[in-house]
């Protein structure tokens, strides 16, 4: 290639790369016909420049950036005795921000740490003193600056983290604003810039960068910063070009260096900024400083009106007036500016911001995946009961706050004020979380009607939280009827900024009052989340925020402060639990004992709550000392009463409704077929797809079940909430797998090399149905071993699964000598399907501890080994006299013991009394192992008996395998129960048993080819025999 | 020892006004307190053995510039005059290094005292440095452009300063470099 032809392939790449995908196919098409070279050419770059990013990591990671990990290892080091630095959430081009944890305070913080090469240049007292200034101020409408200073040669200060975007993403994405919406903005800054004026500071840098967007309103950040650095920089600062002020936004009089700035450098700034949000760039684009600088002290500000010709005239007055080149003939102070655009009587539709749009996170797809969510655009909802409105039902949305320092109270008080009020008299509330992810909109009437429609809500609450003056605020709140759309009652309070919680209260009584006027509420008494301590409380509901983000490490941070507050809070003690049940969260106890405690402190919460802790509690016992006795069983029944009197009293609400899925899903004493429980979780999405949790065992299940294509479509969801979620990984390799366009054999392999170990079993777990012969799951789980071969799990996880997909030599290699739970499972249904020699068996089986003692029983019964069984028996027998035994250990040693007698009548081939033994144990099998082996074993004694009606119900449950899904009793089991539906005539059962066998065991041992042969045979058949009348009466 | 700022800035103005002269004498300026600052930073932490070389071309803009007006164009070009000596400082390096792993050839002390890269980058910037004149043969912008940014970390508006082109010639020119350099370090030439 030479630069000639470098440059024609260049300059069509520049065309076609702007284009879409399908604009793009046909410029290659046109190219391809008559320079075929060239088409393939551009393809190549095409497809290497969509992967540049991740084909140049490390080139790019070894010299670009300025080592951004190494830096954030500093800063995290250097400021770790008061915060706990968490991660870099921006740079730019003075300071790269940081999110942490201010450790005195309790609370999340942005910290600003000044680039190092400009921290040499300054003189960091100096700018200490000059920042130390701006710390004054207080206004709702500047982001309060909390600390400063110097560690470790870094020069950085503190401010509040602010929730919500930049004034510059807002525009990026828009464009041109509304014309309400900037003005609003506009007044907001001005707002801030004047009372800064007042107390003598400058901001000197107003720019889109430097306004926060939080719900809607305008904050100010960077106060003061950029003078701060001006007066402390030496003169390779203040003449570098590196800080100080931006051209774009910059007044003539600034960039010409003057050092006599006063506010109306500001109000340039300001007409620049909103000049901008009205026009979509500013006044002077340009792209080198120079040349900007040149057309600001030559040009006179160009017509906002040649951009939009639908600005009103008075505001394009007041814009020239206040981007005049020299300070004098400009509007002497901000308020002017404000008070022209205001007498311009502008009056914008309903005086509001366009709501505020919620920040999709960006979906970190790692490397070569690609992206998925399209489909989900139409995908999310939330709350299928629109149309569908219960006038009891009251929703409290999240309040409008005002003020810094005050933002955790805008869901706080709908937390506090959704429990207080649940279970007055008639009224239901809805959960606030689930109020937040409906929510995205402003504290309004319309905003709040519309909520309460998609939420069936009959009732709705909303208000503001406002810094008034000195320390105190001020929160208002209105009661709206939200079918008509009617305000039932307004009302007002006022206390001490500390006193927010208490506030909570006083309002909530009022609502109270108004509530009592429309319905008879009888003696209510008023609900609290159930601490007494203020800060307790505080720390929970940031927590709750936190919870809802799926912040889980934040989330736990503050429940466990709110713990340490407050030792008898049981609300922060089960959502602890909760957290600590997250996968990936490390927690100091094991979920079941944070639910264990909170059960015990169950007491005053309001309905909902109440129950939920009660189940979890109950669920957390039943984890902690299941057996398959009837204490279990009666754990079990009280578990689900709670769940389903829960769901009563709240129907359709998705967390509820996901704990009965979890229940249903590992208590298969209820035990389900895959397509019930995949129901269950696919109804909890169906009820608000916004929720992160039901996706993953929805995803398992539906890859169980090879519904491929809906479980794509349930992975793009979920990526599209953008979870910081463990399983984001793990799904986005599986949707990579299932593919149909695929990835390569190389690019799998790249994955499985970074891949984070806990991800491989995730992975692995849905494929293990997958039809496809190339058997993903093999290939994920040998992945699995190559990087982790020192552990014993990945390798009896490998055995399992080759196992399953009757690889039954292979199994028993990788099997070895079983030192697990899980190798020794498997190594037992190895020995029943004949792989292992017998001696061996017998010499491995001996020594199997006492946990797995019994496991071997059914491979002595069918060898005739009755010795062992009765050896075993008495064992267990001997220690059930113990008293040392728990309930618990007592109950498993009587169900080994029925176990045992069940296998030695079958051993003497008494039937009749193994069906009669059989049938008295439990009538819920939740097998540690081998169990459903037993049932298995019973089926095929009510079949030998002539009783198919009874065997075929008992198969239909589905083997409830679920401690390890997936061994090769479960084909089995599917071929067993295939061959009893074909003789009752059940074809449509029957041929998906028997392509399921056909399916998962389709490149098996030659030992099981003909049970796959007779499966596929048996398909065909039924397919094609399906017209005629079914066959029935085959011998088998 | 630094040189002077005031020197250095006379030198820089006077090669933004056309002195080619006045870029020859710049050059060994900027390449000493390179080496320098490298060398310092490592006998302060030893561990950084992967020290960022963007942060220190910039470093040395700030020690060694020192100037009443100095605008972005000066800048531009100096920071585009660091990193080819950063580029050129890296690729002699990696070439020491490598003839020293071999066991043939002298290390030369100066080198050895310099090592702020990682012998993983070192090979990476040997094969990035061929790359890039392989790229400097079909468009001599584009491979200045891609030297700039990842030996003197420019800003793509720095960049085009430096260059005389456009910001979006420069943006232009930056994507199609980096998909021809993926192609490139990829194994995937274009023909």
Not at chain 1, 199 to 210: G, R, S
């Amino acid at each position: 290639m030479d630069a000639q032809r470098w440059d024609e392939i260049r300059v069509a790449f520049d065309e076609l790369v702007e284009l879409d995908a399908a604009e793009r196919m046909g410029r290659l098409t046109t190219i391809g016909t008559t320079d075929p070279e060239l088409r393939a050419a551009i393809e190549s770059l095409l497809t290497a420049d969509a992967e540049a990013d991740e084909r140049l990591a490390s080139i790019e990671a070894a010299l670009v950036p300025a080592t951004a990990a190494e830096h954030f290892e500093r800063v995290k080091a250097s400021l770790s005795d008061r915060y706990a630095v968490q991660a870099e959430i921006g740079w730019g081009g003075m300071a790269t921000v940081f999110r942490a944890l201010d450790l005195k305070h309790d609370r999340l913080v942005a910290i600003k740490v000044l680039h190092p090469e400009l921290g040499v240049a300054l003189g960091a007292d100096r700018f200490l003193r000059e920042i130390q200034i701006v710390a004054q101020l207080h206004h709702p409408h500047i982001l309060a600056l909390y600390d400063s200073g110097k560690t470790d040669g870094l020069l950085y200060y503190v401010m509040p983290l602010a929730e919500g975007e930049t004034l510059r993403a807002r525009i990026n994405r828009d464009n041109q604003l509304p014309l309400a919406d900037a003005l609003q903005i506009a007044r907001e800054v001005a707002d801030a810039l004047s009372y800064a004026h007042e107390h003598d500071v400058i901001h000197c840098d107003v720019k889109p960068e430097n306004v926060m967007l939080e719900s809607g309103h305008a904050v100010v950040t960077d106060f003061g910063i950029s003078r701060a650095i001006s007066e402390a920089g030496d003169r390779r600062v203040t003449e570098s070009g590196m800080a100080i002020g931006t051209p774009a936004y910059m007044s003539p009089e600034q960039a010409a260096g003057s050092t006599e700035l006063d506010q109306r450098a500001d109000v340039y700034s300001l007409g620049c900024v909103l000049y901008e949000m009205l026009a979509g760039e500013p006044p002077f684009p340009a792209t080198s400083t120079r040349a900007i600088l040149a057309r600001k002290a030559t040009e006179p500000a160009p017509s906002v009106r040649t951009k939009r010709r639908t600005v009103p005239e008075p505001v394009e007055q007041a814009l020239q007036r206040a981007l005049a080149k020299v300070p004098t003939d400009r509007f002497a102070t901000v308020q002017q500016l404000v008070a022209e655009l205001t007498a311009a009587d502008v009056r914008p539709e309903g005086g509001l911001i366009s709501p505020k749009v919620r920040s999709t996170r960006a979906i970190a797809l790692m490397g070569i995946l690609v992206a998925v969510g399209v489909v989900t655009g139409l995908w999310l909802k939330v709350g299928a009961r629109a149309g569908e409105i219960d006038a009891n039902v009251l929703a409290v949305v999240p309040f409008d706050v005002i003020g810094s320092g005050l933002e955790m109270w805008g869901e706080g008080l709908s937390d506090m004020l959704a429990h207080s009020l649940d279970g007055a008299g008639p009224f239901r509330t809805v959960p606030p979380s689930l109020v937040v992810r409906a929510w995205n909109g402003r504290a309004d009437p319309t905003s709040a009607a519309q909520l309460g429609a998609v939420l069936g809500a009959g009732l709705a609450v909303y208000g503001r939280l406002v810094a008034s003056g000195g320390d105190s605020v001020r929160l208002t709140a209105t009661l709206l009827d939200v079918a008509s759309r009617t305000i039932i009652g307004e009302t007002e309070v006022r206390n001490h900024r500390d006193n927010v919680d208490r506030l909570a209260d006083s309002l909530a009584v009022r609502l109270l009052g108004g509530l009592g006027r429309i319905r008879q509420l009888g003696a209510v008494q008023l609900k609290s989340l159930g601490s007494s301590s203020p800060t307790a409380l505080k720390a929970f509901l940031r927590g709750e925020q936190h919870h809802r983000r799926l912040d889980m490490d934040s989330a736990a941070f503050y429940y466990g402060r709110a713990i340490e507050l407050d030792s008898t809070f049981a609300l922060a003690y089960n959502r602890m639990g909760g957290v600590a049940w997250w996968p990936g969260v490390v927690s100091v106890r094991p979920h079941h004992e944070w639910w264990l405690r909170a059960g015990a402190l169950n007491r005053g919460l309001a309905i909902r709550e109440s129950l939920l802790v009660a189940a979890d509690s109950i669920y957390a016992a039943v984890e902690t000392s299941f057996a398959p006795d009837s204490t279990t069983w009666a754990m079990l029944q009280r578990l689900f009463a709670t769940l389903e009197r829960a769901d009563r009293h709240y129907p359709n609400d998705p967390e509820i409704r996901q704990r009965i899925a979890e229940a249903k899903l590992h208590t298969p004493i209820f035990g389900r077929a895959p397509e019930e429980l995949r129901e269950s979780f696919a109804h909890v999405v169906e009820l608000d797809s916004t929720y992160t949790p039901p996706y993953r065992h929805l995803i398992t299940l539906q890859g169980w079940l090879q519904e491929i294509e809906p479980a794509r479509r349930s992975i793009a969801a979920f990526l599209a909430l953008g979870p910081s979620d463990a399983y984001t990984e793990s799904e986005s390799i599986l949707d990579a797998i299932w593919d149909p366009s695929g990835v390569t054999q190389a690019e799998l392999e790249l994955l499985f090399d970074t891949a984070s170990l806990e991800t491989f079993p995730v992975v692995s777990l849905p494929l293990e149905t997958h039809p496809d012969s190339t058997e993903p799951a093999i290939q994920v789980v040998q992945a699995y071993l190559s990087r982790n071969d020192a552990d014993e799990f990945p390798r009896n996880y490998l055995a399992k699964v080759l196992a399953f997909r009757g690889h039954l030599q292979e199994a028993k290699e990788a099997v070895g000598e079983p030192r697990r739970y899980l190798g020794r499972y498997v190594f037992t249904e190895l020995a029943l399907l004949g792989v292992v020699p017998p001696g061996r068996a017998a010499e491995v089986f001996s020594r199997f501890p006492d946990q797995s003692r019994d496991m071997p029983i059914p491979w002595w019964a069918s060898v005739g080994d009755t010795a062992s069984i009765k050896d075993t028996r008495a064992a267990f027998a001997t220690s059930i006299g113990s008293d040392t035994l728990s309930r618990a250990e007592a109950g498993w040693a009587n169900w080994r013991v029925a176990k045992a007698d069940f296998y030695l009548a079958l051993a003497r081939r008494d039937t009749a009394e193994a069906l009669r033994l059989a049938s008295r144990f439990p009538e819920y099998h939740q097998c540690n192992q081998g169990c459903y082996y037993q049932r298995l074993t019973k089926a095929r004694l009510l079949m030998a008996a002539g009783r198919l009606r009874e065997a075929a119900e008992l198969l239909d449950e589905g083997s409830n395998n679920v401690f390890a899904p997936h061994v090769p009793g479960d084909v089995i089991w599917r071929l067993e129960r295939a061959r009893l539906h074909e003789r009752l005539g059940n074809t449509d059962k029957a041929i998906s048993d028997y392509a399921f066998v056909a399916d998962v065991w389709c490149n098996a041992d030659d030992s099981l080819q003909p049970l796959v042969a007779e499966s596929r045979a048996a398909s065909q058949r039924l397919l094609t025999g399906e017209g005629q009348g079914r066959i029935t009466g085959r011998s088998w | 020892m630094p040189s002077a700022p005031s020197e250095v800035t006379r030198l820089l103005k006077q090669w933004s006004a056309g002195d080619q002269h006045a870029r020859d004498q710049l050059i060994p300026l900027v390449y000493d307190e390179l080496r320098r600052l490298a060398h310092q930073r490592l006998g302060r932490a030893p561990r950084e053995s992967t020290l960022s070389t963007t942060a220190l071309v910039h470093e040395t803009y700030v020690r060694l510039v020192e100037a009443p007006q100095v605008d972005l164009p000066d800048r531009a070009h100096f920071l585009a005059l660091a990193s080819r000596i950063m580029r050129n400082l890296l690729v002699d390096r990696a070439r020491a290094r490598s003839a020293a792993k071999r066991g043939g050839g002298v290390t030369p002390l100066e080198l050895n005292e310099s090592l702020w890269v990682s012998d993983e980058d070192l090979d990476a910037v040997t094969g990035l440095d061929e790359a890039l004149k392989r790229l400097e043969a079909l468009s001599s912008r584009q491979s200045r452009l891609v030297e700039h940014r990842y030996f003197g970390g420019l800003s793509l508006q720095e960049s085009a300063v430096a260059l005389g082109v456009s910001l979006a010639t420069a943006k232009r020119d930056l994507r199609s470099a980096r998909a021809w350099l993926a192609l490139e370090l990829g194994g995937e030439p274009l023909r």
